[in-house]
């Protein structure tokens, strides 16, 4: 079974940065895309940012421009460089593997909190 650890949330005010890693029990190398989620109180959970196996991103429009989805094939591991943080980014970050056949995979998540 695929586990991915989630790590890196925490508090910050508006306009700061936050690194989120998630890291995988195999090669990153298996899945056909990772990605990374987040669900707000009230909210549904949402696709943040994803790249694929080949290497190529794509990013919610509300995401564009402040985060960057990277991998470090050699650590197994996804990241999600967030900057320029505003109060609605606060949410649940979940890290997100989709390997075929056996399909999605999820984190437990890691917590993102902006505000004042």
């Known amino acids: 079974q695929v586990r991915l650890v989630e790590s890196g949330g925490g508090s910050v005010q508006p306009g700061g940065s936050l690194r989120l890693s998630c890291e995988t029990s195999?090669?990153?190398?298996?899945?056909?895309?990772m990605a990374w989620y987040r669900q707000a109180p009230g909210k549904q959970r949402e696709l943040v940012a994803s790249?694929?196996?080949?290497?190529?991103?794509n990013y919610a429009v509300s995401a564009k421009g402040r985060f960057t989805i990277s991998r470090d094939n050699a650590k197994n591991t996804v990241y999600l460089q967030m900057n320029s943080l505003k109060p609605e980014d606060t949410a649940v970050y979940f890290c997100?593997?989709?390997?075929?056949?056996?399909?999605?995979?999820w984190g437990q998540g890691t917590q993102v909190t902006v505000s004042e």
């Open positions: 997100n593997a989709i390997s075929f056949p056996a399909g999605a995979f």
């Open positions: 195999g090669s990153i190398s298996t899945f056909v895309a």
């Open positions: 790249i694929t196996s080949s290497g190529n991103t």
